[in-house]
């Protein structure tokens, strides 16, 4: 496992620097500026959970998971140089762990402290803040890694995983998860409330309650495991 650190490094030098990053960190500020106009003109509101849900949970989670996840592996497999990591002796569990783990971390690092900065200005004078920013922080915390480890499976599977990864997070998890009765026990933003319901009840409602651990912990095994099958099945061409 001594090649995992190597992995990450490299990944992280591959996913830093560049112009999406730039981009990732003005989205993720979105949620502040927005709170930032919220407290110009008013105390704060009520609802700082529900807001956040549909803002930070909805949107600006799986877009910026999407982002990293997407070209932690699936960027090197389009322009060949995977080739160089594919064609040596290590393992490919280590290889997607090491992509999910720089993935979800980018994602977490741009995204927790933004739902954090946003829920304190939001928030109305007496609020349980602590509550709030506790429970929405381990929340989005968790849903950035099972978030990038999705993306960074599906663009294993498909070249088509950035577009296919857009639909996925716009229309089901952002649409009709939210609407059509029992889907939301497939539902990654389901997941996330679940887990903030659990730390702190009164900051959000979830349909899947308690269950959203063992459903979370269920969802990044799968796609963890896909990922690494996927991986380990693909046919290294020499034109590559």
């Known amino acids: 496992m001594t090649i995992f650190p190597e992995v990450a490094r490299v990944t992280l030098r591959a996913l830093v620097g560049r112009r999406?990053?730039?981009l990732m960190l003005l989205l993720a500020g979105v949620p502040i500026l927005v709170g930032l106009l919220v407290r110009a003109n008013s105390d704060g509101i009520a609802e700082v959970g529900p807001t956040l849900d549909g803002l930070v949970v909805r949107i600006i989670l799986?877009?910026?998971?999407?982002?990293?996840?997407?070209?932690?592996?699936?960027?090197?497999?389009?322009?060949?140089?995977?080739?160089?990591?594919l064609t040596k002796p290590i393992s490919r569990t280590t290889i997607v762990l090491a992509k999910v783990a720089v993935a979800g971390t980018l994602t977490a690092a741009l995204t927790v402290p933004s739902t954090?900065?946003?829920?304190?200005?939001?928030?109305?004078p007496g609020a349980d803040v602590v509550g709030i920013t506790v429970s929405l922080g381990i929340g989005v915390f968790a849903g950035s890694y099972l978030y990038a480890s999705i993306f960074a499976a599906l663009s294993i599977l498909t070249s088509r995983g950035l577009l296919l990864g857009?639909?996925?997070?716009?229309?089901?998890?952002?649409?009709?998860?939210g609407l059509l009765p029992g889907t939301q026990v497939f539902s990654v933003r389901e997941y996330v409330r679940g887990i903030v319901h659990l730390v702190s009840p009164s900051v959000i409602d979830s349909v899947v309650g308690n269950a959203a651990v063992p459903y979370a912990a269920i969802a990044l095994v799968a796609a963890l495991a896909i990922a690494s099958y996927r991986l380990a099945t693909y046919e290294v061409r020499g034109s590559d």
């Open 166 to 177: 857009l639909g996925y997070a716009l229309i089901w998890e952002g649409l009709l998860a």
């Open 62 to 85: 799986p877009l910026v998971a999407l982002v990293f996840g997407t070209a932690a592996l699936g960027s090197e497999l389009e322009d060949g140089s995977a080739v160089h990591l």
């Open 20 to 22: 999406r990053t730039v």
């Open 116 to 124: 954090i900065v946003t829920a304190i200005l939001l928030a109305e």
